[in-house]
């Protein structure tokens, strides 16, 4: 079979900026990176040395290829027979160590992530008409009333940290739910820690056993629905004609609330930021709903959640912007690199006019419809009401001093701290 011609994708190479990792010997080591808090500095870097295609090296040093270009990423993802999802494609796990830290995120698991073809279509049919039938008004609703009580908790203190106490907290609640679980009381307080640890383990956490909770209260949640169907998501997954089995429906539902909840609370927390730090905004934010929407979508351009995403493997041999891929060869998806592409905006100018960025992916995989829609409603109804809540809240903070966490999957900020003047309850 002949495959479809891939883009060029080639761009002109600016001179490295000195001591840039980027141009080291090698592939880039795309683990313990120097220029996490600057990442658009690395994959101009990159795409200056290396074109639209880098070869990278993963924790562990694994090879891989990273994706810098927005036609490259756009090809990729919408060839998903040749650039597949099944991770068990990949020539390297023979390489790859039984405590690899990227295994969460890339060995096999019986989800809708990592299924092919007619099977993906099938499961990912269940997931976008169960969500297609939430209510968007009912959600800002429900989102609104989480936010008051999140804002509640600090607002007669007079500053806040809204990474931890806000933005994480706040689309877990939303998407449990929407899946059919209470958004308060002890069941839920138990579950959404135990989601936290198990997407996002700090120092002395026990994510296996979190994640081992998360699942058994999914088997109950789909058990409960199963005996009495409600108007949530889970319900509408287990009466969906496609028959899933229920052992389907709690993978996928817990692949929902993950893929969910860091990519939503770090569209939140940047998007803040944005507001908090760039005068654009400042002068508007008291009065501007517009100006909470452009914040939004500048975001999703210049700081968008899902930086890299792992990935695609590809199915054959092939060439992509003229690197010689081989079959089983893992391509990360540089969905950031990709959006801020000089091959894509005139000269020096990255603007934020549209919705044309990759930052939901693309294709068969890309996040599913309902999706990004239902993400807008959590992180716009959580932006604007913490706004109308503390009309003068400040960074506590110089911006400088606001730090990334070290993390090239995903970006956001390791803490937001704010002050505002106390609120009497
Ligand atoms: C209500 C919120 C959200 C839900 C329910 C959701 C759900 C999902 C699901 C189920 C997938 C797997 C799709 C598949 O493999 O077929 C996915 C993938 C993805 N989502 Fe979302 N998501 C949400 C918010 C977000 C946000 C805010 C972002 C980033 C701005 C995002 C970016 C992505 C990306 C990059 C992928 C990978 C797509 C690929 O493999 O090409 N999602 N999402």
């Not at 000195?18 to 795409?47: I, K, M, N, V, W």
């Not at 809708?112 to 609703?141: M, N």
Request: proline letters at 8%.
């Amino acid at each position: 079979m002949t495959d479809p011609a891939p883009p060029a994708g080639e761009t002109a190479a600016p001179a490295p900026p000195p001591g840039c990792p980027a141009h080291a010997d090698g592939p880039l080591r795309l683990s313990g990176l120097e220029f996490q808090q600057t990442p658009s500095q690395l994959y101009r870097s990159l795409r200056s040395e290396h074109g639209a295609v880098a070869p990278v090296l993963l924790d562990g040093d694994i090879p891989a290829w990273l994706v810098l270009g927005y036609a490259e990423v756009s090809y990729v993802t919408n060839n998903d027979e040749l650039f597949a999802r099944d991770s068990r494609r990949w020539n390297q796990w023979p390489n790859i160590p039984d405590d690899w830290p990227l295994l969460p995120f890339v060995g096999y698991q019986p989800s809708l992530l990592f299924t092919e073809g007619a099977e993906h279509q099938r499961r990912a049919g269940v997931i976008t008409e169960a969500l297609e039938a939430v209510d968007q008004f009912e959600l800002a609703h429900t989102c609104r009333e989480i936010a008051e009580r999140l804002i509640d908790d600090f607002a007669g203190s007079g500053q806040a940290e809204l990474m931890g106490s806000y933005a994480h907290a706040l689309p877990m609640r939303a998407v449990v739910r929407l899946c059919g679980m209470p958004a308060a009381g002890t069941d839920t307080e138990e579950f959404v820690r135990d989601l936290r640890i198990s997407l996002d383990a700090k120092e002395g956490d026990d994510p296996v056993a979190a994640y081992l909770r998360v699942q058994k209260r999914m088997e109950q949640l789909v058990r409960e629905k199963r005996a009495a169907p409600g108007t949530d998501v889970t319900s509408r997954m287990l009466a969906h004609p496609a028959g899933l089995t229920d052992e389907e429906v709690v993978q996928d539902l817990i692949t929902v609330i993950a893929a969910a909840q860091q990519p939503t609370a770090n569209w939140i927390c940047n998007s803040l930021r944005l507001l908090l730090t760039d005068d654009r905004f400042a002068l508007n934010v008291s009065g501007g709903r517009l100006s909470v929407g452009q914040a939004l979508n500048e975001v999703l351009w210049l700081d968008t959640p899902t930086q890299n995403f792992v990935g695609r493997w590809a199915a054959r041999d092939t060439q992509l912007a003229g690197r010689h891929i081989k079959a089983g060869d893992c391509l990360v998806l540089g969905l950031a690199a990709a959006n801020t592409d000089p091959q894509i905006w005139p000269e020096g100018h990255v603007g934020a006019e549209n919705s044309a960025h990759l930052s939901f992916s693309n294709g068969e995989h890309r996040c599913p419809y309902p999706s990004p829609l239902l993400a807008d409603v959590i992180a716009r109804t959580a932006v604007e009401t913490l706004l109308e809540r503390l009309p003068d809240v400040v960074l506590a903070v110089e911006p400088e001093e606001l730090t990334w966490r070290p993390s090239i999957w995903m970006r956001g900020l390791t803490a937001l701290p704010v002050s505002f003047t106390p609120v009497v309850q």
